[in-house]
């Protein structure tokens, strides 16, 4: 028998078995300052291309207003305990009846952290009679969620309707023997590829088959659709999701999320969800800075329109010259490049060394062996210019890697 920590010692995990050579710079790295396009990496000034403050609002003057007033005035303790016991307050309601009216959904509830709500929401949503059908390539969260069902799981392809229609057959055979109800669920936005899923053709789905759909729309919410309630009202079928899950750790810079949908599914979720029964409620300074950045997101389109603006320029000029970009649909921009893990890792450096340029760099085994996948978030604070000049030493950068100048040299010493 071994000792559990003589085990962890030598097992460091796919990620941590690296800690000693990137802790700081590759993994874990610090950016300081203000929330902007432009922020400080080990002293240096960088132009960041990998913050999820789509809209740009972070550092809104209004936003750091409402935060510090809030936060004066209730401090962080409040409210103290569960929402259901003794930590419910006229904001926390006045947020949920807000948002609902956003997403254009009859109810909503909070949740603390997006990642926690989505398990908790799927864990309560089922049980062991139940088929949950979802996409191969969903978040974390949802494949956590899923792991904690008792039932049947199928995981249908990668966005393939067909393969998805096949598996609602084998759902629903399963539950005519369980007296069961299937549960299909799908990322709004693929967070890593930025294609959108196909929620129309999944809502279509129902007419021939009966499952309830749930949509985890982290990337969506504010940066897709008409007045940006998410990737539903895109494709115009915002009211085939069942149930709707924000973040509020993207678009609104802020931390915490919510689920919405009829008033009574979300009456259920609110008295079944563990992640929530069974912690503390959101911090009050939380709860009214997130209706402080729903009031501008509501009354400000033109913070989305720059956004897009910035995506547009962005993603078109990646394909003018020349890069894989894989198919977006979304702001989220991932550049394919050809290369080995070392390779990256100089990429990397000579990006924020030399260039002065920091994004998210994802390689094996996220994305297949000998791909580098350079994953770039737009967002309304970036300019045209720095887009225009990115692309430049992306160009660069694509050279070199090609010419072999990155395998030449050992891995960056950092
Ligand atoms: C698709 C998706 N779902 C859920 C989450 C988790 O949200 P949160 O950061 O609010 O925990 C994320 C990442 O943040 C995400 O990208």
Redesign the pocket.
Known sequence: MKDLFEKIRERRGPLGQYSKQTHGYFMFPKLEGEIDSRMKFRGKEVLTWSLNNYLGIANHPEVRKADAEAAAKYGLALPMGARMMSGDSNYHQQLESELAAFVMKQDAVLVN???QG?VSAIDCLVDRHDVIVYDAEA?A?IVDGVRLHLGKRFAYNHNDMESLEKLLQRAEANVKDTDGSILVIT?GVF?MSGKQGKLKEIVALKKKYNFRLFV?D??GIGTMGKTGAGTGEEQDVQDGVDIYFG????SFAL???FLAGDENMVEYLRYNMRSQIFAKSLPMPVVVGALKRLELIRNHPEYKAKLWEIVNALQSGLIKAGFEIGGTQSPVTPIYLNGTVPEATNVTFDLRENYGIFCSIVVYPVVPKGIILLRIIPTASHTLQDVEYSIKSFSEINKKLKAGEYSREKMAVI
């Open positions: 952290f997006g990642y989505m978040h969260c990322e967070g985890d982290a990337h973040t509020f750790a993207k931390i915490g999320g």
